[in-house]
């Protein structure tokens, strides 16, 4: 399986996928989530279809055998050698099968090639030990840094950011 740039035509069949992996009775399943999630979507397919229309964004899909897409993870240039790694996700019933580590590799890698990036960094809802642990063992660490959460929760919840260094490789040409 090649992980490689979403199209389009992709965003139909990700947008449910990731749906289940962030939100409703599936995303309660998962191992990495350990608090109720938000009512509210996680995004749409016209936020999707932003992300493929911004040069400084990347979208990477990781297809099934028939090219469906079963998992995906943006990454945003933010400038001066940073990116933020986000919308990581695994069709929830295909999780814990190491699909979620090669999409990190594969977007730390792009990050590295298409924007110059030395630092990766994301945020993480605080309260989500289990993934804390599991984003610690892929290298990153905790900077020390909280945001709020990106739309009001009650209790609300705060944002803790992680971050790894990465070895920074210019696209040629």
Request: proline share 9%.
């Amino acid at each position: 399986m090649d992980i490689r740039l979403a199209r389009p035509s992709d965003l139909p069949r990700l947008h449910p996928i990731i749906e289940r992996a962030y939100r409703g009775d599936t995303a309660r399943q998962s191992w990495a989530i350990e608090t109720a999630p938000p009512a509210t979507a996680r995004t749409s397919i016209a936020a999707l279809e932003a992300i493929l229309a911004d040069p400084a964004e990347r979208l990477l899909v990781a297809p099934d055998p028939d090219d469906a897409p079963i998992g995906c993870v943006h990454i945003s240039d933010r400038g001066d050698g940073r990116a933020c790694l986000g919308l990581l996700c695994v069709d929830p019933a295909l999780q814990s099968g190491g699909l979620g580590h090669r999409l990190i590799a594969a977007a730390e890698q792009l990050a590295a090639t298409a924007f110059g990036t030395r630092r990766m960094e994301m945020t993480v809802i605080s309260t989500h030990d289990n993934l804390i642990r599991y984003y610690r063992r892929r290298g990153y660490r905790p900077t020390g840094e909280t945001r709020p959460y990106p739309v009001p929760l009650d209790p609300p919840q705060q944002m803790v950011v992680l971050a790894k260094a990465l070895a920074a490789r210019k696209q040629l040409g």
